[in-house]
């Protein structure tokens, strides 16, 4: 829930709402790496925390990444599920 009063931003707030961003970007991730596709539900993942140019450059470099087998070895070894959880 966001604060009525800015005073009551802190960083604990901040923290909280970084790590969402983060779940949420890493949920795109791990659809699009476990399919090897530019999927649309990774994308409505991509279009709830970026907008604009930013995610249009999103989705080109995921373009560009998704089926590469050179992004398939790097990310082979990513557990999604370690840090973030959406």
């Known amino acids: 829930m966001i604060p009525e009063d800015p005073a009551d931003i802190d960083e604990d707030y901040v923290q909280a709402v970084v ?3 983060f779940a949420v970007d890493a949920k795109a991730t ?4 476990t399919t090897g596709e530019l999927d649309e539900e990774g994308i409505e993942y ?3 925390i970026y907008i604009g140019d ?33």
């Not at 791990?30 to 790496?33: L, S, Y």
């Not at 089926?67 to 082979?76: K, M, P, R």
Request: with cysteine; glycine share 6%.
């Open 54 to 86: 930013e995610l249009e450059q999103q989705i080109d470099v995921w373009s560009d990444l998704v089926g590469c087998e050179a992004t398939d070895q790097v990310l082979a070894g990513v557990n999604f599920g370690t840090r973030f959880s959406a």
């Open 46 to 48: 991509l279009e709830a």
């Open 19 to 21: 790590d969402a961003l």
């Open 30 to 33: 791990e659809i699009f790496v």
